[in-house]
């Protein structure tokens, strides 16, 4: 009987945490809500399109994200002796069960939906549905 005991609340544990594993590299189990961990200031570690690495192309956007779904994408770069400032305002909402982002910009252009591959407090990493192209993104 005691063993019994000791194994049903290891099972149950062990079921709980199986089925909080929500995306592909985790985690597997957060005190946060999702919203609560996109809340943050994101900038953009490392980025792979079509098996390349394209960091530079995205080093220089900066992602800010309320818990209630505002977002706003800034970028600084220098092309050609020509210094470019991008920012736009939007939203972001969670679609498809949560696995997925949806950003909605008033600059069309960056409108985009990702697939959410990995949630943490201070990482975030993304693959754009469509595309070949693969973010990594840490908190400021």
Not at 77 to 102: A, K, P, S
Request: proline share 1%; aromatic share 10%; net charge negative.
């Amino acid at each position: 009987m005691k063993l019994k005991n000791a194994i049903l609340p290891i099972f149950g544990i062990t079921l709980l945490a199986t089925s909080c594993e929500k995306y592909d590299e985790g985690p597997l189990i957060s005190l946060k809500s999702k919203e609560e961990r996109l809340a943050n200031t994101w900038v953009i570690n490392s980025a792979m399109e079509n098996d390349q690495d394209a960091t530079n192309d995205y080093d220089h956007y900066e992602l800010f994200m309320t818990a209630d779904g505002d977002a706003e994408l800034d970028a600084n770069y220098i092309f050609l002796d020509q210094e470019f400032d991008i920012e736009t305002n939007g939203t972001w909402d969670l679609m498809n069960n949560d696995e997925q982002i949806v950003f909605d910009y008033e600059d069309d252009d960056f409108d985009k939906t990702y697939q959410i591959l990995k949630l943490t407090e201070d990482e975030l990493k993304l693959r754009e549905v469509g595309e070949d192209l693969e973010l990594t993104l840490n908190t400021k």
